[in-house]
C-alpha cells in the first residue's frame, strides 16, 4: 500500500531555507554576492549570518535593478511575512497591471536567489537588515513615500486617545489598545468602509490628504490645528508622531493610491532608442581614423617628454600649469589632455621615474609598444582604458575633503568605472551594426539596472532622505494647512550621478580611442568585447524586422518584456583574446605607413600619412612639424637644419635622405638652406674653459665682441682666434646660435661633439592596478570547492549524534567532542569494520580546531586514513591530534 510523501515543512529561519537549496542555487548565490565566500563560510548557518550582515545587504541591495528594488521596497511596508497576492497587489494596483504580473516572478526570484528574500509564495520574508534599510520611519523615509502604519504610529498614543479615535472613525470602542488599533486598521484597510468614510470628509480635509499623498507624509500643525485637520486627526487618517507633527498611516496612503506602493513602477527596462544610423562601413572607417589619431596622440605625448616630463607634485600627480602646457602641446583641450595622460599611465607607457627631483618619463615598456604594429598598439591602449578604475573626466574637481584632483595623481579611482565603460559599450553592441544610440536612452537604462551605485548606495539614499525629512519638518505651517513635498530625487533617480557622468565620460572616450564611430559601435570595438554573438544577434533582428516596418517607422525595441542578463566583464583571459580579434579587425583599416614625402619649393614637406618610423624619427630632427591631420606638414628651417648637423648628420647626408625618399625633386631653396647651414656650421668652436670661443677667422670673433647682445656672456679675448667666456658651454652654445651664429661644440681633444636628445626613462614599472570594486567573482573550481566544504562543515555542525559515553540519547553537534584517547582508537577501529561515518573534533599544528566527517578506512602507526567529506578526499590523521569521536545517529546514516 503506497503511503503519500509528507510535504517538507515551510523553513523557519535563513539558514533553513539555504539547506534547502540545491548546489547550483547556493553557486547563483555565491556568485552574485561573491563577498559571502570571502573567506569561506563553515557551514551553512554562518553563510546565513553573513547574508545578514548590513555591509553585505547594502552591497546587495545596491546590485538590484530598480523593479528588483522596488519589489524590496514594497515587501519591506508588507506584513511580515506577506503573501505573493499582497506583494502583487502593492506594486500593481488594485486595477492590476499586466506589465508587472509578467516581470514579478524574475523579480522576486533574483531577491531569492541573492537570499535577500525566503520563504514560499506565502510566506515571502524579507532579511531583517534589508527591511531595516527600506522600511519608512522619520529618520530613513522610504522610496516608496509611505509612513508607518497605524499600528505603529499609534504606538506612542494613550489607550484614551486611541478609543476617542476608533469611536469617532465610527467603530465600536473595545477593551484594550491593542484590538482597538487592529480595527482601525482593518477599517483603513478595507475598501468599501474606507471609501464611504472619506465621502464624509470635507473637500479642504481630502486637499489635505492629497498633499501627503505620494510623501514625504510628514507635516506639522499647531496646537490649534484648524477645522480641516481636526476633522482629519480625531478619525485617525492623521496621527501624531511627536508635539506639532503628524504623519499619513501607511494604509490610509494606500487606499488613496489604489493599493499602489510606488507612484509609478518600472517592470522593463527603458529601450536604447537610436538617434541616428550609418552604413556600417562608415563607422568603421571613422572609428579607425580615431584609432589612428589615438596612436599618434599618445605618441607626440611621450615624445613631447622623451627628455623628462614635467615634475610631480608633493602630493601627487601634474600640475595645473603643466597639464595646461600638454593641452597645448597636444592642440587639444585640457579635459582630454587628461584623457590622453590617464590613458598612457593606465597602459604602462608613463610614469615617474622615482628620481630624487622626480618627473614624469616614459618607461622602457614604451619602446617596446612603439615597435609593435599599429593595430597591436591600439589594443593595448583599448583594453587598459576598458578595464582601468582611473576616471579621468574627474581632473580638475574637487574630493571629499575638498582637495582639487590632479591627473595623474591620487583619489581618480573609481571600482565601478571598468563595469560601467564595459556595460555601456555592451548596450551600444545590442544595436544593430551603424546604430549610434541617443545619449538620454543610455543614461536611462543605466540608472533602471542599478538604481542605488550612482547615489553612493542605500546608506547615502538614506543620508539624502534624511535631508529631504529635514527640510520638510523644518517648514512649518499654520494651523489652516499641513506642509507636504514631492518625493526626493534619491526616490526618482534623477540627478547627475556618478554611474551618470561615468557614462557621459565613457561615450566621448570612445569615440576619441576609435573604438565607436559617429557614435556607433565599430566592428573592432565589438571584438574588444568579446561580443560577436550581440551583434550577429543584432544584424539577425534587423533582417527579420526590416520587412515589418516602412520606410519611416521607428526601430523595433526587443526585450520588452523582461530584461536580458547583464553580462560581467570578461576574465583577463578572455580579454587577451578579445584584443587579439580586435587588433586583426583593425589591421586591414588602418593606412599602411609611407616611404615618402612630398617635398615643396616653400621649404616645406608634407607627408600625405603615416611614415614608416626611420623616415619619421630622421624627420622629426630635420623640420618641425607646421600641421597635422590627415596629411603632417613639416617646415625646414635654419634651426632644424642646424640641429640634425648636430645629430651627427653631414650636409651629403641630408641631400641624399631627402633625394631616397621624396617623391618630387629636391627644391632649390632647400638645397641651398642645407648647403648654407652646413658651411656655416662648425664655423665656431665653443669647448670648456669654462668655455671658450675658437674660430680661424679673426674678423668674426671682433664681429661677436662688437655686438651688444654679447654682453651677458662675458667674453674677453685670449688670444687672436680665441674667446674666453665667464659661462658655461651650452649656455655660450645658445648665446651665440641667438645671435644668428652656427656654432659647434667640441672635445677637450678638438672633436666636433654630436649631440643627441637623451631619451629619459624610468626604471621597470608596471601599469597600476585597478582597484577592485568588492571581493572578486569567483571561478567554476572555488565555488566547487566552497560549496563542498559548506556542506560538509554544515553536516558535521547540524547532525544528529550518538553520546560517545554511557549510552545517552543523541545529542546535537557544535562543539567538538571529547573523549579518551582509547575510545577513540576504538571507535575509530569498529567504523572500519561497520563502514560507519564518524564526526570528530581536529586540531591542526597550527593549533586550530575545526570539525569532520569521516569515514575511516584504515587505523594503523597511530594514523587513521579516511575518507574526508568535509574535503571530499582521503586524508590521514594522527590520532592524537583528535579531541573526540561520536558517531552519527542512526537517521543521519
Request: with cysteine.
Amino acid at each position: 500500500m503506497s503511503t503519500e510523501e509528507k510535504p517538507a515543512a515551510a523553513p523557519r529561519s535563513l539558514a533553513e531555507a539555504l539547506r534547502r537549496r540545491d548546489d547550483a542555487s547556493l553557486a547563483a548565490l555565491l556568485r552574485s554576492r561573491p563577498d559571502l565566500i570571502t573567506p569561506v563560510p563553515t557551514d551553512l548557518t554562518q553563510l546565513a549570518t553573513r547574508a545578514g550582515t548590513r555591509a553585505s545587504v547594502v552591497r546587495a541591495l545596491e546590485r538590484l535593478d530598480r523593479f528588483a528594488l522596488q519589489t524590496a521596497e514594497a515587501l519591506a511596508v508588507a506584513g511580515d511575512p506577506a503573501s505573493y497576492g499582497e506583494l502583487l497587489g502593492l506594486l500593481a494596483g488594485d486595477d492590476g497591471d499586466p506589465a508587472v504580473a509578467a516581470a514579478l516572478p524574475r523579480a522576486l526570484g533574483t531577491l531569492r536567489e541573492q537570499a535577500l528574500v525566503w520563504g514560499g509564495d506565502d510566506v515571502l520574508r524579507l532579511v531583517r537588515t534589508a527591511r531595516e534599510l527600506l522600511s519608512p520611519s522619520p529618520q530613513h523615509p522610504s522610496p516608496t513615500g509611505l509612513g508607518p502604519s497605524v499600528r505603529e504610529a499609534a504606538a506612542g498614543m494613550s489607550p484614551g486617545r486611541i478609543q476617542e479615535v476608533v469611536v469617532a472613525a465610527g467603530l465600536a470602542s473595545t477593551h484594550d489598545s491593542v484590538s482597538a488599533v487592529a480595527a482601525l486598521s482593518a477599517l483603513f484597510g478595507d475598501r468599501e468602509r474606507m471609501a464611504a468614510l472619506l465621502d464624509e470628509a470635507p473637500a479642504e480635509s481630502v486637499e489635505v490628504l492629497e498633499r501627503l499623498l505620494w510623501g514625504p507624509p510628514y507635516g506639522q500643525v499647531t496646537a490649534d490645528p484648524a477645522p480641516r485637520l481636526r476633522w482629519l486627526l480625531d478619525r485617525g487618517l492623521l496621527l501624531p508622531t511627536a508635539p506639532g507633527t503628524v504623519v499619513l498611516p501607511r494604509e490610509v496612503a494606500l487606499h488613496l493610491r489604489g493599493g499602489r506602493a510606488h507612484r509609478a513602477t518600472e517592470p522593463v527596462p527603458p529601450p536604447v532608442e537610436s538617434a541616428s544610423t550609418h552604413r556600417p562601413q562608415v563607422v568603421d572607417a571613422t572609428a579607425a581614423g580615431q584609432a589612428y589619431t589615438a596612436l599618434a596622440t599618445v605618441e607626440e605625448l611621450l615624445k613631447d617628454w622623451d627628455e623628462g616630463g614635467p615634475a610631480v607634485l608633493r602630493s601627487g600627480g601634474l600640475s595645473v600649469r603643466d597639464l595646461k602646457r600638454t593641452a597645448v602641446a597636444l592642440d587639444v583641450p585640457e579635459p582630454a589632455a587628461a584623457f590622453w595622460v590617464e590613458l598612457a599611465y593606465a597602459a604602462g607607457l608613463l610614469a615617474s621615474d622615482g628620481e630624487e627631483d622626480e618627473r614624469y618619463a616614459a618607461t622602457p615598456a614604451y619602446d617596446e609598444w612603439r615597435e609593435r604594429p599599429a593595430a597591436e598598439r591600439w589594443a593595448q591602449l583599448a583594453t587598459a582604458w576598458l578595464t582601468a578604475t582611473r576616471a579621468p573626466g574627474l581632473v580638475g574637481g574637487r574630493d571629499a575633503k575638498d582637495r582639487a584632483l590632479a591627473a595623474l595623481g591620487p583619489g581618480l579611482d573609481r571600482s565601478a568605472a571598468p563595469e560601467v565603460r564595459h556595460r555601456v559599450l555592451t548596450l551600444l553592441a545590442g544595436l544593430p551594426e551603424g546604430h549610434a544610440a541617443a545619449d538620454a536612452s543610455v543614461l536611462a537604462r543605466l540608472r533602471w539596472e542599478r538604481p542605488l551605485r550612482g547615489r553612493g548606495g542605500a546608506a547615502d539614499r538614506q543620508d539624502a532622505g534624511q535631508r529631504t525629512a529635514g527640510a520638510v519638518s523644518g517648514a512649518a505651517v499654520s494651523g489652516a494647512a499641513v506642509s507636504g513635498a514631492a518625493s526626493s530625487a534619491a526616490a526618482s533617480g534623477d540627478g547627475d550621478d556618478l554611474r551618470s557622468r561615468l557614462a557621459r565620460w565613457t561615450l566621448a572616450e570612445a569615440e576619441m580611442l576609435g573604438v565607436t564611430g559617429r557614435g556607433a559601435l565599430s566592428t573592432h570595438g565589438r571584438a574588444l568585447l568579446g561580443a560577436p554573438a550581440a551583434a550577429s544577434g543584432a544584424r539577425d533582428r534587423e533582417r527579420a524586422d526590416a520587412a515589418d516596418r516602412g520606410p519611416g517607422d521607428k526601430l523595433p525595441v526587443h526585450h520588452r518584456t523582461a530584461p536580458p542578463p547583464v553580462p560581467a566583464p570578461l576574465s583577463p583571459a578572455e580579454q587577451a583574446t578579445a584584443s587579439a580579434a580586435a587588433a586583426r579587425l583593425l589591421a586591414p583599416l588602418l593606412p599602411e605607413p609611407l616611404d615618402h614625402v612630398l617635398l615643396q619649393a616653400d621649404l616645406t614637406a608634407v607627408a600625405p600619412g603615416p611614415l614608416q618610423r626611420p623616415l619619421a624619427d630622421v624627420l622629426d630632427v630635420l623640420a618641425d612639424v607646421e600641421s597635422k591631420g590627415g596629411a603632417t606638414v613639416y617646415r625646414f628651417t635654419p634651426g632644424s637644419v642646424r640641429r640634425a648637423l648636430d645629430a651627427g648628420q653631414t650636409a651629403a647626408d641630408l641631400h641624399a635622405f631627402l633625394a631616397a625618399h621624396s617623391r618630387t625633386p629636391v627644391p632649390q631653396p632647400l638645397a641651398y638652406l642645407i648647403d648654407d647651414v652646413a658651411r656655416r656650421h662648425g664655423h665656431l668652436r665653443v669647448g670648456a674653459a669654462s668655455a671658450y670661443v675658437r674660430c680661424d677667422d679673426d674678423a668674426v670673433l671682433n664681429e661677436i665682441l662688437a655686438d651688444k647682445r654679447a654682453a651677458g656672456l662675458g667674453l674677453r679675448r685670449l688670444a687672436p682666434t680665441v674667446l674666453a667666456a665667464r659661462t658655461d658651454p651650452a649656455g655660450l652654445l645658445e648665446g651665440l646660435r641667438a645671435m644668428g651664429f652656427a656654432p659647434a661644440a667640441e672635445s677637450a681633444e678638438g672633436d666636433v661633439l654630436i649631440t643627441r636628445a637623451h631619451a629619459r626613462r624610468t626604471p621597470p614599472r608596471t601599469a597600476p592596478e585597478p582597484v577592485p570594486d568588492g571581493p572578486p567573482v569567483p571561478d567554476a573550481t572555488l565555488l566547487t570547492a566552497a560549496i563542498r566544504a559548506v556542506r560538509a562543515g554544515d553536516l558535521a555542525s547540524t547532525a544528529p549524534l550518538k553520546a560517545a559515553r554511557d549510552g545517552d540519547g543523541p545529542v546535537q553537534g557544535g562543539e567538538l567532542p571529547r573523549t579518551t584517547a582509547a575510545e577513540t582508537l576504538a571507535t575509530m577501529q569498529a567504523a572500519v569494520l561497520t563502514g560507519e561515518a564518524l564526526w570528530i573534533g581536529y586540531v591542526n599544528a597550527d593549533g586550530a580546531a575545526s570539525q569532520r566527517v569521516i569515514a575511516p578506512v584504515r587505523v594503523e602507526g597511530g594514523f587513521v586514513t579516511a575518507y574526508d567529506h568535509t574535503a571530499d578526499e582521503v586524508r590521514t590523521y594522527p590520532l592524537h591530534r583528535i579531541t573526540g569521536v561520536a558517531e552519527l545517529a542512526d537517521e543521519e546514516r
